[in-house]
C-alpha cells in the first residue's frame, strides 16, 4: 500500500520555463510534507518543506503548494535551469513521527 | 558545518555474513534514522533514534538492527545477509524532537551482496 505516491516517473522541461512535480497520499495523518532532490551516487538533498497548517511555500525558484482536501501537493520550480536536472522525491511525515514515507520519485530532466 | 558523514561508502559482501554500517550525524542533531533504497521499493524507513533510544521501527524483519550511542553517533547492522539486502543504505539526522526540522542524507552506503 503505497501512502505517497508520484504518478510521473519522469518530466522533461525546457530551460526557463516552469517545472512542476506532483505527488499525491493517502494517509490523513500526515502533517508535515517535503520534497528532496537527488543526485545519482548522492543522498537525497533537502528542497523545501510545508506543513499542514499552510497551503503555500515558497523558497527562492521553489514553490510547494499543499492541498489538503484533495491530498496533493506540489513543487514547482520557476525559472527551470539544467542544473535542477535530478530525481525528486516527495515525503510525509505525521503524528509527531519523523519517519518519512517517500514516493518513488520523479526524474526531471531540463533541456538547455 | 559538517554534514552528515556514513562509512563505509562500498561494500561488498556475500551470503550469510553480517555487516555494520556507521553513521556521523550534524554535529548538534540528536535524531538519526536510517532507509534503505532499492529500485524496486525505493526508499523505505528503516528506524530512527533519540537520545540513544530506537522511538520507531519500520517493517524490516530483525535481522535488522540499529543502536546510537551518548555522541548520537548511530550504527545499523544486519546478519545474516540475503541477497536483497543489497541496497542503497542511507543515514539522516535531524536536530532534536519536534516537527518543522527536516531531516538531512548522508551520501549513504552501497552494500552489494555476493
Known amino acids: 500500500d503505497q501512502q505517497v505516491k508520484q504518478n510521473s516517473p519522469s518530466l522533461s522541461v525546457q530551460e526557463g520555463r516552469i517545472s512542476i512535480l506532483n505527488c499525491d497520499y493517502t494517509n490523513s495523518m500526515f502533517d508535515y510534507f517535503l520534497w528532496y532532490k537527488k543526485y545519482p551516487a548522492e543522498g537525497p538533498t533537502f528542497l523545501i518543506s510545508?506543513?499542514?497548517?499552510?497551503d503555500k511555500n515558497e523558497d527562492g525558484r521553489f514553490t510547494v503548494f499543499l492541498n489538503k482536501s484533495a491530498k496533493h501537493l506540489s513543487l514547482h520550480i520557476v525559472p527551470s535551469q539544467p542544473g535542477d536536472s535530478a530525481v525528486y522525491f516527495c515525503?510525509?511525515?505525521?503524528?509527531?513521527?519523523?519517519?518519512?514515507?517517500f514516493g518513488k520519485g520523479t526524474k526531471l530532466s531540463v533541456i538547455p | 558545518k559538517a554534514g552528515v558523514t556514513q562509512t563505509p561508502r562500498y561494500l561488498i559482501k556475500t551470503r550469510g555474513q553480517q555487516v555494520t554500517l556507521s553513521c556521523s550525524p550534524i554535529?548538534?542533531?540528536?535524531?538519526v534514522s536510517w532507509y534503505q533504497q532499492t529500485p524496486g521499493q525505493g526508499l523505505q524507513f528503516l528506524f530512527e533514534y533519540f537520545s540513544e533510544t530506537q522511538r520507531n521501527k519500520g517493517n524490516f524483519p530483525g535481522r535488522f538492527s540499529g543502536r546510537q550511542f551518548s555522541n548520537s553517533r548511530s550504527e545499523m547492522n544486519v546478519s545474516t545477509l540475503e541477497l536483497g539486502d543489497s541496497a542503497l543504505y542511507l543515514c539522516?539526522?535531524?536536530?532534536?524532537?519536534?516537527?518543522?526540522?527536516?531531516?538531512?542524507f548522508g551520501d549513504g552506503t552501497r552494500l552489494s551482496i555476493l
Open positions: 510545508i506543513s499542514s497548517i499552510k
Open positions: 554535529s548538534g542533531h540528536r535524531s
Open positions: 539522516a539526522s535531524s536536530p532534536a524532537a519536534g516537527k518543522g526540522q527536516p531531516q538531512h
Open positions: 515525503a510525509a511525515s505525521g503524528a509527531g513521527s519523523y519517519q518519512l514515507t
